[in-house]
């Protein structure tokens, strides 16, 4: 079976991986992002030894963006105007092209994401539905077709606005574009600021997970109405806290008042927002996902 | 060259026509909607009538909804919950087939209007836009990699959630469902009851105006950061206030602040969100548009 390499290329870390799905990665290994010199020439290191031992037919990326991903660009796969020092402008997939001579696909982390529990995850057999990470920022990659969509650049879900009732919580969020955008008021950055505390030290009890579930659902009713997806995934370190999931279905079910008339919203709404299945994998077996999903159509051109 | 019917099923107006694209329209008919049996019977019979001169290919319909798009579904192609008196569970596609021996193809108004502007008019060139028609209700339409998109059910863009200030607007929303969602805080419905006249008679210096393009330019915003178009068309009968166009855009400016970083919203805006190109005839020519697309699909399922 051919072997790919997977990369996670992450704001705090990078994961990288050989394999061909999740049961069969034979190396990974993981560092932190520091600045693009070092951390791509680790990248780069753990690939070469690997292709000592056997060839790979191709690099999937799934990384933070903004990312350039018009093919007809020629800045196609940098990451183009991220705050993070240094990374703005860095050429993924052209210097990792150039040092391994393979080719490579790139996606934003979250398309990467959703792809891969599209193959091998939580929405297997659906091919329309949005994959969403609440940890320290938020983002959504989407499927659609059974394809990742990009458009005009790639989807920021994170950045939509949502109903902020000041009164109730007078946080005013704390997106430095945006304030009280969802990323602003509902991210793991917004709930540590808004209460004092990591959102992993919020008691069970605190009213900031009713806070929580409540913006959560009113992003996930957009999300609905305006994709219609047949499955919502919601991933990342905020959703461990166990209670929040309940909490969101019972609320998307409010707000939609029965307007969207499905048994998948009335009915058994625990198969329709679910956790993500391969857990802290999802981003990097995305990367192997799309490297084998788009080496396949490479082959099919070369025998064209 | 074949003749297509296309049918814009409105809930205030039925519109049928027959031809292939714009320039080629041969008859056209439009009456009110009445009650399910006295509409489908003048529909059926101008097509037939039409059959008589020469043979129809195919018959495209864009229907308001919400309907049941699942082919699979044993109701697929019906009207399902609408709460227009009379038209709930109405099996359009079953009883136009029936009756004209001819294969009928159905989608949304909004995704057929969409469809239309994609094949001939105001999104030429682009595989991934939104159209959304601002009348008497709010819907959209959305085409991603060429498609209309379905998913769960079909979108409902109409019923997301956008920041609504009591403060400023102390106007409760007039949603049935929602309350104060987009289309029950921005419809013509919601003008003409917030201000006590039909929006076509507010004031061109109506503080009312200025309320409109904001609801409609945060609604955008949801749209861009989660969807990523390529444009974004705007129509309906409130788009026909020539001041909303240019105070639209430059708040979707100010309310994304630059965080999307692309020409087509920081330089020419004006090419980017726009006006229909075919005017009150999208809907009905792009119903024409989806039957000649799904025929030439039929054609080479049975040649294959």
Known sequence: MDRYGGIEAGGTKFVCMV?????????????????????????????REQQQMAPLAAVGV????????DPASPTFGAITT?????????????????????????DTDVNA?????????????VSQFIYN??????????IIQGEPIHGLLHPETGHIRIPHDHGVDPFPGDCPYHGDCFEGLASGNALRRRWGVPAEKLADDHPGWELEAHYLALALVNQICMVSPQRVVLGGGVMKHASLFPRV?????EY?????????????????IVPPALGDRSGCLGAIALAQHKERDWRLEIKE
């Open 19 to 47: 394999g061909s799905g999740p049961e069969s990665i034979s190396a990974e290994v993981r560092f932190p992002t520091t600045n693009p010199a070092e951390t791509l020439s680790r990248t780069i290191a753990f690939f």
């Open 62 to 69: 799934g990384c933070f963006g903004p990312l350039d991903l």
């Open 82 to 106: 991220t705050p993070k020092p240094g990374w703005a402008n860095t050429h993924l997939v052209r210097a990792l092209e150039q040092a391994l001579h393979v080719p490579v696909v790139i």
């Open 113 to 125: 994401a959703a792809y891969g529990e599209y193959v091998w995850g939580a929405a297997r057999g």
């Open 133 to 142: 990470t609440i940890g320290t920022g938020i983002g959504a990659g989407a």
């Open 249 to 253: 279905r019972a609320r998307v079910q």
């Open 256 to 272: 939609l008042n029965r307007y969207i008339d499905r048994p998948e919203i009335q009915g058994e709404i625990e198969d329709y």
